[in-house]
């Protein structure tokens, strides 16, 4: 199935056209006036100029000069701070490395909500959909090792999830708002020690530990690297939100009953305007999902729950 929406905020304009099979790459392009630098081209300070990305590469044009980096050279996408010789022209970038024939590179945009979700999300759906990967999906299962066999298996991440596409069994999820834990490093895969990811996530109140290695090195640190910025964020939300104790048991009474009606008179002992007032300050903190759009928990949610209950649990 594909589906594809225009988009425009400010001053960018946006074509995203989805597909939702794992293995097919999300296409999209945009077009937006920034600030860069990039130690790529000849002139080394800050400049204005154009930003244009048409799914398969990135390039930056300020008059006379640019650079183009093409999706396959990226090997990290980052937000965060900008180089100490900048501080006082960018206070937000987001960060490319790449890596061209014959030499590095590296350059920072100027950050802007309004096109952020480009770096956050859709860079790295475009480049890391498709990679083919190993294994060992639910080693651990409630602290207990399951003996579970590395498998191939073919990786794609989405808004809320990421999916593993497997030739044995349907594809399997897991959602970000589920992951409690994430740690990256080595382990022996199909027989050979690889770079990992260790997932830590939350399914039905239990805890699975599951570890994915991409064929390509390249790949798989920018898979790292985006399912820490994912949980970060998350994290951060979370801890900046003035959540009460009432809507912390409103969401974790709603993810372990799945029940709304059960939940309510768990909470407030079935005072009806009790409960609505909670979960409208719990929509406010964007914690559950409005019930014009079917009631349920965000993957902030999501987290905020399964964090509750890991940590009763450990």
Do not use: W
Not at 52 to 71: K, V, Y
Not at 265 to 281: K, P, Q, R, V
């Amino acid at each position: 199935m594909i589906t594809g929406i225009y988009r425009i905020v400010g001053r960018t304009r946006i074509y995203y056209r989805a597909m939702s099979a794992v293995g097919n790459s999300t296409d999209f392009s945009a077009s937006f006036q920034t600030r860069f630098y990039s130690n790529a081209i000849r002139r080394s300070d800050v400049q204005n100029g154009v930003c244009e990305i048409d799914g398969d590469s990135i390039s930056l044009r300020a008059g006379s000069q640019s650079i183009d980096i093409s999706l396959d050279d990226v090997t990290d996408l980052t937000l965060g701070t900008p180089p100490e010789k900048f501080d006082d022209e960018l206070e937000q970038v987001f960060g490319i490395k790449f890596s061209p024939a014959g030499g590095s590179g590296v350059c920072f945009i100027e950050y802007d909500p309004e096109y952020a979700d480009i770096f956050e999300y859709q860079l790295f759906a475009a480049i890391i959909n498709g990679a083919d990967g190993l294994a060992e999906l639910g080693a651990q299962k409630g602290g207990q090792q399951t003996g579970t066999d590395a498998e191939q298996v073919e990786v794609a991440i989405e808004p809320d999830r990421v999916v593993f596409e497997t030739d044995s069994v349907s594809s399997k999820t897991v959602a970000l708002g589920e992951i409690v834990n994430i740690k990256s490093g080595k382990r022996t895969i199909g027989e050979a020690k690889r770079d990992a990811i260790k997932v830590d996530y939350m399914k039905s109140q239990t805890r699975i530990t599951s570890y994915l290695s991409l064929i390509e090195t390249r790949l798989q640190h920018l898979f790292n690297r985006y399912l820490r910025t994912e949980y970060a964020e998350l994290e951060a939300e979370i801890d900046e939100t003035d959540v009460s104790e009432a809507e912390t048991q409103l969401v974790v009474g709603y993810y372990t009953t799945q029940n709304l009606k059960q939940t309510m008179h768990a909470l407030t002992d079935g005072n009806t305007s009790e409960f609505e007032s909670i979960y409208e300050d719990a929509i406010d903190h964007g914690l559950v999902t409005h019930p014009d759009d079917g009631v349920g928990l965000t993957q902030k949610g999501k987290m905020l729950a399964n964090t509750e209950l890991e940590t009763v649990n450990t």
